[in-house]
C-alpha cells in the first residue's frame, strides 16, 4: 500500500475579509489539490470551492485504473468547469467567476498532474527543486513568445491575467502529464500568492532545511517564510511527501 505524509495551510491576503483560495488532500487515495479563485472578484471562494470538490468528488468515484487514465482526468476538469460555471448561472451577482486548478493524482510513486491557471506544482527530490507546472497566464504567453522579459512581467499590471481557467467562457484545457516519485521526494502544490512571497532559491532552501521532517513542520516554515512580509495574495500550501510503497497501477493509459 502506498503511504504519503501530507499537510496543508491557507492563510489570507492582507486585509482581506476572506480566502479565494482552496484546497483538499486525501493519503488515502492519492489525491491532492488546489484552487485559486479569480482575485478580486465576489464568486472567487465559491469558484475555487467548486473546483475542488468537483474533482475530488469526480476522481473518488473512479476505479484505481481509471484515476491514472489521462481521459478521466480530462472528463474530471471537463465535470469541474461546468460546476463552476453553474454556480455563477445560479446567481447572477457571482457572474463572470473563475478559477485556477491544479491536481496531482498518483498511484504509489506514479501517477498525473492536472493543472490549469497559475497555481503551481514543484517536485523536491535529492536536493533539486522542479517546477513542475507552466503558468498560464497572458505574461507567461508574452514572454513565450519573447515579447516580455520575465523582469518586466515581475511588475507588469495585468501579470495576474489568466489565459487559462474553469468557469469561462469556453470550456478549459488543461495541461496533463505524467509525475513520477522517489521515496522521500516532495510534491508542493501552491496557489500564486506563494510565489508573491517567496523566490525559487528561498523556496529551495526551505525544503533543503526541512525536508527531514514532517509535512506539518514543512508547510509551517514555508509559510512563516513567506509571512515575513504582509501577505500579498491569499495564500495556500499543500506539501506531500511519498513514504515508499508499491504502485497499484503499472501504466497510465494514453
Not at 496543508?8 to 486525501?26: F, N, P, V
Not at 514543512?218 to 509559510?223: F, Q, T
Amino acid at each position: 500500500m502506498s503511504r504519503y505524509d501530507c499537510y496543508a495551510l491557507s492563510e489570507k491576503g492582507a486585509g482581506r475579509k476572506s480566502s479565494g483560495d482552496s484546497m483538499a488532500t486525501d493519503a488515502r487515495m492519492g489525491i491532492f489539490a488546489v484552487a485559486d479563485g479569480v482575485s478580486g472578484h465576489a464568486g472567487g471562494p465559491q469558484a475555487s470551492r467548486a473546483a475542488v470538490d468537483s474533482f475530488m468528488g469526480t476522481v473518488r468515484g473512479l476505479s484505481r485504473e481509471s484515476r491514472a487514465d489521462a481521459a478521466e482526468l480530462e472528463r474530471a476538469v471537463g465535470a469541474a468547469d461546468r460546476d463552476v460555471r453553474a454556480v455563477g448561472a445560479a446567481d447572477p451577482s457571482l457572474a463572470g467567476l473563475g478559477t485556477t486548478l491544479s491536481a496531482v493524482v498518483l498511484s504509489g510513486g506514479i501517477g498525473t498532474l492536472v493543472h490549469a491557471g497559475d497555481s503551481r506544482v514543484y517536485q523536491f527530490s535529492a536536493g533539486a527543486l522542479r517546477q513542475l507546472t507552466r503558468d498560464h497566464t497572458l505574461l507567461a504567453e508574452l514572454i513565450a513568445h519573447n515579447l516580455l522579459t520575465a523582469e518586466q512581467a515581475k511588475t507588469h499590471p495585468l501579470r495576474h491575467m489568466l489565459a487559462r481557467s474553469l468557469g469561462g467562457r469556453d470550456a478549459v484545457e488543461a495541461d496533463i502529464a505524467d509525475v513520477s516519485v522517489q521515496p522521500g521526494d516532495w510534491l508542493i502544490l501552491a496557489t500564486d500568492g506563494l510565489a508573491e512571497m517567496l523566490s525559487e532559491e528561498r523556496l529551495r532552501e526551505l525544503l533543503r532545511g526541512n525536508s527531514a521532517g514532517s509535512a506539518q513542520k514543512l508547510c509551517e516554515a514555508i509559510m512563516e517564510a513567506a509571512q515575513a512580509r504582509p501577505l500579498k495574495d491569499d495564500t495556500t500550501i499543500v506539501a506531500v511527501r511519498f513514504l515508499g510503497g508499491r504502485s497499484s497501477v503499472r501504466m497510465r493509459k494514453p
